[in-house]
């Protein structure tokens, strides 16, 4: 009989929180302007949950460490677009080229280089954005501005025939200091303009902006975001472990 009653709690439970990941989704989808795509941020969570997310409607996941996306890409539906958003090491890009849809992280040039090389190997062109430092923590990764500007006077389309540059991606500063992170926000939109005006750049190709999560994504949307990336407002807290 407590068998019994336990399963039923866990079902219940179990569709408590599948409602809960639906009804999120859609009220973040209900902010969002005509245009901007919500990636739902599900490094640390487990395949059960990615898939109530999936089940709801969300096609498009953001995962940070290589080792947990490749243990769950095999075992989740083949539609899924994949966008590694975390610190990317370059003895792993190997393993995410062949299904990544996305990598909005790349923060140097050695990386660009061996993300086009692993690409050419089998034959593919890997989107990607490149990561800029807008906030004044010094954990933060990515290009400085003028060091973005440095990377873009070469013609990185015959550069790196095998990488599609699609636009920037940028974190704002963990702070309750809401004018200063809409202050990195435009600062990110501004070059982001910049870099697209110039000619050697491809309009037609540059036009995503990565920037707001679950703090601070309506002011992200505000300055000119195209993307959001949104991970507790979703699933709740992280579960953190190593992996």
């Not at 999936?54 to 290589?66: H, K």
């Not at 501005?145 to 440095?150: F, G, M, V």
């Not at 202050?183 to 707001?212: C, N, W, Y």
Request: net charge neutral; hydrophobic share 35%; glycine share 4%.
């Amino acid at each position: 009989m407590h068998k019994k009653n336990a399963r039923n709690d866990k079902i219940t439970y179990t569709k408590f929180i599948a409602m809960s990941i639906k009804n999120n989704i859609l009220s973040i989808q209900s902010t969002l302007p005509e245009g901007v795509r919500l990636v739902a941020v599900s490094k640390f969570h487990p395949v059960e949950t990615i898939r109530e997310a999936y089940d709801a409607g969300q096609r498009v996941f953001g995962e940070n460490r290589v080792q947990e996306l490749a243990d769950k890409q095999p075992v989740l539906p083949p539609d899924i677009e994949w966008h590694f958003i975390g610190t990317l090491q370059t003895n792993k890009v190997k393993y995410i080229v062949p299904y990544i849809a996305m990598i909005q992280s790349v923060d140097s040039e050695k990386l660009l280089q061996e993300i086009d090389s692993q690409a050419r190997k089998i034959n593919r062109t890997v989107n990607v954005l490149i990561e800029i430092h807008i906030a004044e923590e010094a954990s933060k990764h990515g290009f400085l501005p003028d060091e973005c500007k440095e990377l873009f006077t070469n013609d990185l389309s015959k550069k790196y025939p095998n990488v599609k540059i699609c636009g920037l991606m940028g974190m704002a500063t963990f702070t309750d200091n809401v004018g200063q992170v809409e202050r990195e926000f435009e600062k990110l939109h501004d070059l982001f303009e910049e870099i697209r005006a110039l000619p050697q750049t491809d309009e037609a190709v540059f036009q995503e902006l990565s920037m707001g999560m679950s703090d601070d994504y309506l002011l992200a949307v505000k300055q000119g975001s195209t993307i959001v990336r949104i991970g507790s407002k979703i699933f709740g807290e992280r579960n953190k472990r190593n992996t």
